[in-house]
């Protein structure tokens, strides 16, 4: 694919939204697509998309004027302007080879996203291994309750129950994520990184290679960087930036520094303190230990852009998480179901913790990997996080954008963890949970669940 300048792009945008034309998006349907065509709508640009089914997504798009079709066809794009594409989308697709041949500038979604957001004068990108999407809608939950009217572009539903907010120019709050460096198309005034872990390893080979690319997509910040500096990951990496970043963690050696102080039924209180003198308590509503962690980052975020603490400290405690984040679903002949996103590790570890100390129960955790590549990669801490389960029900892996693994399967993990695992096909797997586990009930992975969800949910 030919790279284009940002600017030759940024030319190109600003001409089709003057002159007409129309903007093209291959899989418009999934999240991060479907907020960017809702952005180019809500600007005046003609709209087309594709994808391979229909979803509420893309009937919403089609009642604020998009035409979207349904299927991926060279037909879809022959009078385009512009084709936007993920990392995602089969470079072999039918729409991205027609426009190639037909010399139709064609970009990836971080290339597109990366011109759009030059024209918001604050832009505010979470990086991280975890945590993203809850910490960019705390962000936006703050800023929107301080009267900014942010933009925001997320990797889930925020709670207006939409991925994106429409608001002003004078904020955008985003996702920076790091699959094959999509975050080196941004340019945030203000760059929060989160934690750094190996993943990603269909591009990443090693932690070396992350450590580098984040190195570079913080050093583009162009006012501050805010860095968990209790990740030693994330240490190494602030010794390559420029100027010294804001640190924050859970010891008084950084900047900022939290301290839990009292344990709720459904969350925390905690106090922040900032150069060991303390600024003031926090209430938190939403479990898990790590949410205080990604709280602290925007509460920082926040305070530095100038907004009160007490409005800070508001607009937190009235946070209450975001869909599958430890999202309570409903019950099962009186056992409790949440369905989470975690896919990685370390997510899955933390997520095993919160609900035994949150529900004081057993837990049966149904799993369905994500990819061939990072199963196998981490194979070893897969078998170990999932492990802090008491039964674990293994789904088929979803592959996502790539291809089996000779000797990579659910089956096959199953029996490397041992007697409390178990591989199952979906249709089998809602009769097994009622007849050989016991405890709360979660669903975790990042790949499609829903028809296990919808299995587990109906009337008992």
């Not at 291994?129 to 301080?146: E, N, P, R």
């Not at 409903?330 to 997520?351: L, N, Q, V, W």
Request: proline share 3%; aromatic share 8%.
């Amino acid at each position: 694919m030919k790279n284009y300048s940002m600017e030759w792009l940024d030319s190109l945008v600003r001409n089709i939204e003057e002159r007409g034309g129309n903007i093209h998006f291959v899989g418009i349907g999934g999240v991060s697509m479907y907020s960017l065509a809702r952005l180019c709508l809500a600007r005046g640009i003609t709209v087309t998309g594709s994808d391979r089914e229909e979803s509420d997504r893309t009937k919403e798009l089609q009642l604020l004027g998009a035409s979207v079709f349904i299927g991926h066809s060279s037909k879809n794009v022959r009078d385009v302007s512009l084709v936007v594409y993920t990392h995602a989308i089969d470079r072999d697709n039918p729409e991205i080879r027609t426009a190639y041949d037909l010399g139709i500038p064609t970009v990836t979604r971080s290339a597109f996203l990366g011109v759009l957001m030059m024209g918001y004068k604050s832009r505010i990108g979470v990086s991280g291994s975890h945590g993203k999407s809850t910490t960019v809608a705390m962000l936006d939950c703050i800023f929107s309750h301080a009267g900014r009217n942010p933009t925001t572009l997320s990797g889930a539903d925020l709670p207006i129950g939409e991925p994106v907010r429409l608001g002003g120019s004078g904020l955008l709050i985003y996702e920076a994520c790091e699959y094959k460096d999509s975050f080196l198309d941004f340019s945030p005034t203000v760059a929060i990184a989160l934690n750094l872990e190996l993943d990603h390893t269909d591009y990443f080979s090693d932690i070396d290679a992350l450590k580098s690319s984040f190195a570079s997509a913080l050093g583009r910040a162009s006012r501050r960087v805010i860095i968990n500096a209790d990740d030693g990951n994330l240490r190494d990496v602030a010794k390559s930036l420029r100027k010294p970043p804001v640190s924050f963690g859970g010891t008084d050696q950084n900047e900022y520094s939290y301290s839990i102080t009292s344990f709720k039924p459904q969350g925390y209180e905690f106090d922040l303190c900032r150069f060991g003198s303390r600024l003031g308590s926090f209430e938190l509503n939403i479990p898990g230990e790590f949410n205080v962690h990604n709280a602290t980052a925007a509460i920082i975020a926040a305070l530095e852009d100038g907004i009160d603490l007490s409005t800070v400290a508001e607009a937190i405690a009235s946070f209450r998480g975001i869909p599958r984040r430890l999202e309570y679903i409903g019950s099962r002949f009186g056992r409790k179901i949440y369905y989470d996103y975690a896919h990685h590790p370390t997510e899955i570890s933390a997520t095993i913790g919160a609900l035994k100390s949150l529900t004081g129960t057993q837990i049966t955790v149904i799993f369905k990997p994500h990819t061939y590549s990072r199963t196998k990669s981490l194979w070893r801490e897969f078998a170990s996080s999932l492990s802090l389960a008491d039964h674990i029900v293994l789904s088929d892996i979803f592959p996502a954008r790539e291809s089996e693994i000779p000797g990579v399967s659910s089956a096959r993990l199953a029996e490397f963890i041992g007697n409390k695992a178990k591989y199952l096909p979906d249709s089998k797997i809602i009769e097994y949970i009622d007849l050989c586990t016991n405890g709360t009930i979660v669903l975790m992975g990042a790949g499609d669940l829903e028809n296990i969800k919808k299995d587990i949910k109906r009337s008992e």
